[in-house]
């Protein structure tokens, strides 16, 4: 079992940076484990994949449309994944998920990810 926290969200202006972070409790495997992924969804839309990171941090995977303003991270030793969100834009507006998955390679898929925490909320004012 695995269980996340995510927090650091808020509202924050046009351009501006947030990093959000995801805290697990983990009782059968160790943190490092798991897949760490991450989702959001805005009101009205489905949920979308936004990137994922391996077991080491040595590997990342991103939705391409947020190449480049997005970065995921992570800290085996805090057991906890990080994403951080620059130049943000009204439209990366959305609740922001973290996922955890025993699977050992990178993905998009959410239905691969056990795990989900209850989300956090990213605004974005312009």
């Known amino acids: 079992q695995v269980q996340l926290a995510e927090s650091g969200g808020g509202l924050v202006q046009v351009g501006g940076s947030l990093r959000l972070s995801c805290v697990a409790s983990t009782s059968t495997y160790p943190f490092s484990h798991y897949i760490m992924g991450w989702f959001r969804q805005a009101p009205g839309k489905e949920r979308e994949f936004v990137g994922s990171?391996?077991?080491?941090?040595?590997?990342?995977d991103f939705a391409d449309s947020l190449k480049g303003r997005f970065a995921i991270s992570r800290d085996n030793i805090r057991n906890t994944a990080y994403l951080q969100l620059n130049n943000l834009k009204p439209e990366d507006t959305a609740v922001y998920y973290c996922a955890a998955g025993p699977m050992s390679w990178l993905t998009h898929a959410a239905e691969e990810f056990e795990y989900w925490g209850q989300g956090t909320q990213v605004t974005v004012s312009s």
């Open positions: 990171i391996n077991w080491n941090g040595g590997g990342t």
